[in-house]
Structures are given as structure tokens and as C-alpha cells.
């Protein structure tokens, strides 16, 4: 049944496709899933009546030759465009069966051949991330429409028209998704403010040790903060059950956090606003009960190591981190009592 319905799914998406007034854009993306190469994709149509709709011809599908330029260019034509044709194709061929010959086209069915390549020239924008891998795919798809629209034209009809008559009536735009244009912006913007805060910060950090840990990143504050606290107990040594039952106890403002788990750049800000609105709350449930455990506290090498690092190995309290109060803190909010 999910099998049939999925096949349902994509021939009225072949059929909408194939009946559309023009494409207005198609989108891509290549990623890798458990060890796969997959793609997906997205087309946006203009129907006459001058609705725009977007249509999923083809879900997510495997690449079966890898992700390389050539490769997606033949899974769009054979594993996309002219799956969708084949599919539409079944269609007329059971509803002829059943209305008999001419019956598809006399109810205003559309034409498989109105699927193909060659609808990406009317006026379509290509869009993908902004890698050299997917840019070049988009060069590659462009030119492959421009010859299914001179084999679809026909050569003589083709080679009459002047070079302003092919460019007015066919054009195809590259675009750049605006997502990934969002995040290198925001990559930039957070950037600067990590380095602005190493700086307001510089005579603070300059207290601990390499052996706390204290970075000034902010996205990596968010990272720890969604591994300690989030309800969803996605890190298996965070706190966030306990802290969600925690903080459900007391009449708190609460924002719930971002997840972090395969977050791109725009999580330096979608993550700090509740990182922010929460803080007194996370460092209330830290601070807690909580206190450092007697054997917790440092202690001096054993053995070999304790006489090569003896009091008189000057080395000896640059190795060590400092029992200082602020490391009691940390470790407060890390370990139970």
C-alpha cells in the first residue's frame, strides 16, 4: 500500500509537471546519509491559470555512481526527468486502456515530452548551496537544457533564429540557495563578536587553564548548553531530563533550546536567545545541591611520575590545574554530590 501510494504520489507530480505553463525554478541538493549518496530535489511551477505551485517529482532517491558533476547531471535526466516520463506514460497508457485510444488527450491530458530538460530554458533559475561541486552541476545542467531545447526546436529552426531571438525566448538563471548565502554571512558576523568577546574577556581567560576548557565561542557555549540541558536527552551524559522535571517544579520564563545536533552556522543566533533568556535558571539547577566531592579534588602523581615530578620540577604547577574556586564551580555543575 505505501508502495502504491508513493507511485500515486509521483504521477500526479509528473502530471502537474508536464502541464505547467513553465518552471520557474529548480532546486538541488546532494548529501550523504549512512553511507549513501543521496539527492533531492525540488521544481516550482506556473500553472496558466497562473497559480505557482512547488512539486517533489521524485523523493529522496540514491545516487548509485556517487555525487560527482557528471553523475547528477545523469540521475536528474534518467533517475528524475525521464522516470517521471516513464511514470506519466503508465498512466495514459491504463487510462486508454480503460477509455479507449485518444481518450487521455481528448480530456485535456497533458504530454509525457512535456517533461524533459529542455523546460529548464523558460526563464528557470537552477539553485543550489554555494560549493564548486554543486555550482558546477548547475553549469552543467544549464548547458544540457540549451541543447534539448535546440534538439527540441530542431536544428533548421534553430540555426534561423539570431542569437537576441534565442536569448529573449529561451534564458536560464543560476542561483545561489539563500540559506546557505544566510549562513555565510552569519558565519562572518559570529566570527567578529567570538573575537570581540576573547577580547572584553582576555584578562578573565588569562585565570584558567587549558585543563577547564574555557572557550569564548559562542556556538560552542550553545553546543554545551543544548548537551547539558535539552529535554530530549540527546547526549548520553547531559542532564536534560532531569533538568526538564527540575525546572517544571518552579513558576520560570524558559525558552526552550536549540538543537544543536546538525546545526550549520545560524545557530550562533537562533541559539542564543534562549541561552540568554535561560541563563539564571541553568545556573541555578548547577550551582543546586551540588558540591565537589573530596576525592574529586587534585592530587599529586604516583609512582615514577611522582618523582619526575617532584616539588623541584618547575614544569610540576604548569601540568597541574589550579584548585582555584572558579574550577570548584565548574565541576559543581559536572558532578553530583
Known amino acids: 500500500m505505501r508502495g502504491e501510494v508513493t507511485i500515486a504520489g509521483e504521477a500526479m507530480a509528473a502530471f502537474k509537471f508536464a ?27 506556473e500553472h496558466f491559470d497562473g497559480t505557482i505551485e512547488d512539486v517533489c517529482l521524485r523523493g529522496l532517491s ?8 557528471a553523475a547528477l547531471l545523469a540521475h536528474i535526466e534518467e533517475r528524475i526527468l525521464s522516470y517521471s ?6 498512466w495514459i497508457e491504463q487510462h486508454e486502456k480503460e477509455k479507449g485510444a485518444g481518450s487521455w488527450a481528448a480530456a485535456g491530458g497533458p504530454s509525457p ?22 555550482r558546477c552541476t548547475r553549469r552543467m545542467v544549464a548547458a544540457a ?39 555565510i554571512i552569519i558565519e562572518a558576523m559570529a566570527a567578529a563578536a567570538n573575537a570581540s568577546v576573547k577580547a572584553t574577556l582576555d584578562d578573565e581567560l588569562d585565570e584558567f587553564s587549558s585543563f577547564e576548557r574555557i572557550d569564548p565561542d559562542g556556538s560552542c557555549v550553545i553546543r554545551a548548553a543544548f548537551k547539558q540541558f535539552h529535554h530530549g536527552g540527546e547526549y548520553a551524559k547531559g542532564r536534560g531530563r532531569e533538568f526538564e522535571s527540575w525546572r517544571k517544579t518552579r513558576a520560570l520564563m524558559f525558552l526552550p ?5 546538525g546545526s550549520r552556522q545560524d545557530l550562533a543566533f537562533d541559539g542564543c536567545v534562549p541561552l540568554f533568556v535561560n541563563r539564571v ?24 611520575a ?28 559536572m558532578y553530583d554530590p
Open 281 to 304: 535558571t541553568c545556573v541555578d539547577f548547577l550551582r543546586g545541591p551540588t558540591r565537589v566531592k573530596a576525592s574529586m579534588s587534585i592530587k599529586p602523581p604516583v609512582g615514577r
Open 257 to 261: 533550546f536549540e538543537r544543536a545536533a
Open 145 to 183: 537544457a540549451m541543447v534539448a531545447v535546440e534538439a527540441k526546436v530542431g536544428k533548421a529552426a534553430w540555426d534561423a533564429m539570431t542569437e537576441e531571438e534565442r536569448e529573449r525566448k529561451y534564458k536560464t538563471y543560476l542561483g545561489d540557495c539563500w540559506q546557505h548565502l544566510r549562513n
Open 19 to 45: 502541464a505547467s505553463r513553465r518552471v520557474i525554478s529548480f532546486g538541488w541538493d546532494e548529501s550523504t546519509k549512512f553511507g549513501n549518496s543521496v539527492f533531492s530535489c525540488n521544481f516550482q511551477l
Open 113 to 134: 515530452e512535456n517533461i524533459g530538460l529542455h523546460r529548464l530554458c523558460e526563464g528557470t533559475v537552477l539553485m543550489t548551496d554555494t560549493c564548486n561541486g554543486a
Open 306 to 333: 611522582r618523582a619526575a615530578a617532584g616539588p623541584g620540577d618547575p614544569s610540576r604547577e604548569a601540568r597541574l590545574p589550579p584548585a582555584n574556586g572558579r574550577l570548584a564551580d565548574v565541576m559543581a555543575g
Open 85 to 90: 516520463r516513464r511514470v506519466l506514460a503508465a
Open 62 to 69: 540514491i545516487l548509485p555512481h556517487g555525487g560527482t558533476s
